[in-house]
């Protein structure tokens, strides 16, 4: 059951990392706030649920895809463009990084 929860977790992470990145220029602020407000209200639940070391494997799929989108596509240009929208999306996956981490060491409470 736990490999099945972080197994989850990673995909949930990477489809909410995916829809950000294709909402994020849309309707200029709105879409980057969906995306943002998404992205750490979901972390807020998997954080709040029993296994809160999920949320580093929901952590793990969101950079991950994040990382896959800023290598660029094959024609030579970029789903992240270098302005505050795209900027504001890697700032994300910044402070996700030390949140996942701590998630990790974080102990599990004792029933």
Known sequence: MSLLRHVGSVLLGAVVALTAV?????????GLVLGLVTTFAVLGWILRCPAPRAAA????????LLAAVLVGRPEGDYA???????????????????????????RRPRS
Do not use: E, Q
Request: hydrophobic residues 65%; without cysteine.
């Open 22 to 30: 294709a909402v994020h220029r849309s309707a200029f602020p709105w």
């Open 57 to 64: 494997s929901y952590v793990v799929g969101w950079v991950l």
């Open 80 to 106: 992240l463009a270098g302005d505050l929208d795209g900027y504001a999306l890697i700032g994300a996956g910044v402070v996700l990084v030390p949140v996942g981490i701590v998630a990790l060491l974080a």
